[in-house]
Each structure stands twice: as structure tokens, then as C-alpha cells.
């Protein structure tokens, strides 16, 4: 909305066109009263995509501060071949890449076929719950467009039977109607561009996190193997 609210000001810059002499929140009233009935699914969709935002920047900022310290004790401890002591901290921890090692090192008198399929298996669980969210995002970015270009056409439709009715064409019969189309149409846009860059921001970050899971997880299965071919 303040994206699409700064397009009408930015339009209002153009010569012959009288800017209103209005505050920044009164011409975001007038744009969302202006959008007719559409306003609603799409100020639905601007409020979620906002709240799911702003939850997921915190939750991946919190797994992501926990791995890195977990990581880094517990490939402190491997690497001085404190297997007890690295599956405690993993215990103790309730970060994705402790679940994932914990998984792997519950069953390091098993072989290490067993110990990686156990990493396999809970790393799936975590990398889900890790992508939580992002559907609700990706979902977004492509009904927030699709919502606006409805608006459009509902927009043109409104402006047709305005000049059916009065059987001519003159400006300020479709005016209104082609103002509707116009800004549910940027409306739209300005929505899904700024929730698609938070999709993709949180994917690179998600997959900078299970770089790094599967880096450690790789070392513990060397550690292992290397304590298991000495005994």
C-alpha cells in the first residue's frame, strides 16, 4: 500500500496534474477507498504477507544464531573425540542441526549406513519445518497479481456499462471505472514484488543453514567411522 500510495504521488509530479494538498496517511485513505471492493483481498493479502514476514526474519534468525553456536561446540567436540559429551549438547539443544546430529549420533554403534540414513530422515523433518511459511509467501506473490488484474477487468467492466447507460463516451463516465482497474493493478504488484524478495531472501538463508547442517554432519560421520576403524 505505501508502495502504491508513492506511484499516485510520484503520478501527481507530472505536469497539468494538480497535486491534492493532502497528508501521507490522507492519500492512503484515498487510494484504499478508491480501489473499490477489491481493497479487501488485497489488504488481506498485504496484512498476512506482512505478519508472515516479519515472523519468519525473527524464527530464521533465532534457528540460525542456535546452529551456529551448536555447530561450533559440537565440531569442537568431535574433532576431540568427545562423542558423549557432543551427543549431550546436541540433547540439550532444540535447534534443527542439534536434532539432526543428535539423530545421527543415537545410533553411532549401528554402522554408518544406519548413522546416515537417521540424518537423512530427521534432516527432511527439520528442512520442513524450517520452509514453514514460505508456501504462504510463494502463494502470495502469485494471487496478489492475479487479484489486481481481476480488479482490472472489473475495473473496465464498470466503465462499459457506464457508457452503455448513458449511450456516449465521455471522460468522466469511465473515469472512475478506469481508476478502479488502474489501481487494483498496482495494488497488486506492489504486494507480491516485495513478498516475492522476501521469499527468495528466506530460501538463501534456509540453504546457507543446511549448507552448513550437512558440513558438520559429514564431520561426525568422518569422526565416527575414524573411532570405529581404530576400535
Not at 28 to 44: A, I, T
Not at 73 to 81: P, R
Request: glycine content about 8%.
Amino acid at each position: 500500500m505505501v508502495g502504491l500510495t508513492q506511484l499516485y504521488s510520484a503520478l501527481l509530479q507530472i505536469p497539468g496534474v494538480d497535486a491534492p494538498d493532502a497528508t501521507f496517511g490522507e492519500q492512503m485513505m484515498f487510494v484504499w477507498d478508491e480501489m473499490g471492493f477489491m481493497r479487501w483481498p488485497l489488504g488481506f493479502c498485504l496484512l498476512l504477507g506482512i505478519i508472515v514476514i516479519i515472523w519468519k526474519f525473527f524464527d530464521l534468525m533465532a534457528k540460525s544464531s542456535r546452529t551456529k553456536k551448536i555447530l561450533g561446540e559440537v565440531n569442537q567436540l568431535l574433532a576431540e573425540k568427545k562423542i558423549d559429551q557432543a551427543m549431550k549438547v546436541c540433547q540439550e539443544s532444540d535447534s534443527p542441526a542439534a536434532n539432526i546430529l543428535f539423530a545421527g549420533l543415537e545410533r553411532r554403534h549401528e554402522g554408518t549406513d544406519r548413522v546416515m540414513k537417521a540424518i537423512e530422515n530427521q534432516g527432511l523433518l527439520e528442512l520442513s519445518k524450517l520452509e514453514s511459511g514460505l508456501v504462504v509467501l510463494a502463494t502470495l506473490t502469485n494471487i496478489a497479481p492475479l487479484l489486481g488484474f481481476l480488479g482490472t477487468v472489473i475495473g473496465m467492466i464498470i466503465a462499459f456499462q457506464a457508457i452503455e447507460v448513458a449511450g456516449e463516451v465521455e471522460a468522466t463516465l469511465v473515469a472512475g471505472g478506469i481508476k478502479v482497474a488502474l489501481l487494483t493493478t498496482a495494488a497488486g504488484l506492489a504486494i507480491a514484488i516485495p513478498v516475492s524478495i522476501a521469499h527468495n531472501y528466506f530460501v538463501s538463508r534456509i540453504d546457507s543453514l543446511v549448507i552448513d547442517m550437512e558440513e558438520s554432519a559429514q564431520k561426525m560421520i568422518d569422526t565416527l567411522h575414524t573411532v570405529n576403524a581404530a576400535r
